[in-house]
């Protein structure tokens, strides 16, 4: 299994980023994949999560702010971060769940996002 972020970056609060996960090694189509991020001195949380029916969930400090998609052609996961806000800024993991998107099957490297 192999995840690779990328489009983190530095935003003003109010404005939007855009991440991508390519992945690869697995049955990407049929799988549940996620979004964690962490913040310096806290623990790693769960952000929203797809899973193979494209059914989602967000975390209430993000719903209605980002979206997660898929593209199955390509193999790659999605998230649009509007109206990011300072307590956004975290390092954004990529994640591969098990079925039920309960549990992690495998981390990407992450990307870092930062919001002054």
């Known amino acids: 299994v192999q995840l690779v972020e990328s489009g983190g970056g530095s935003v003003q609060a109010g404005g939007s980023l855009r991440l991508s996960c390519a992945a690869s090694g697995f049955i990407y189509s049929s799988s549940c994949m996620g979004w964690f991020r962490q913040a310096p001195g806290k623990e790693r949380e769960g952000v929203t999560t797809i899973d193979s029916n494209c059914s989602t969930s967000y975390d209430v400090s993000v719903k209605g702010r980002f979206t997660i998609s898929r593209d199955n052609a390509k193999n790659t996961l999605y998230l649009q971060m509007n109206s990011l806000k300072p307590e956004d800024a975290a390092m954004y993991y990529c994640?591969?769940?098990?079925?039920?998107?309960?549990?992690?099957?495998?981390w990407g490297q992450g990307t870092q996002v930062t919001v002054s």
């Open positions: 994640a591969a769940l098990w079925v039920g998107c309960a549990n992690v099957r495998s």
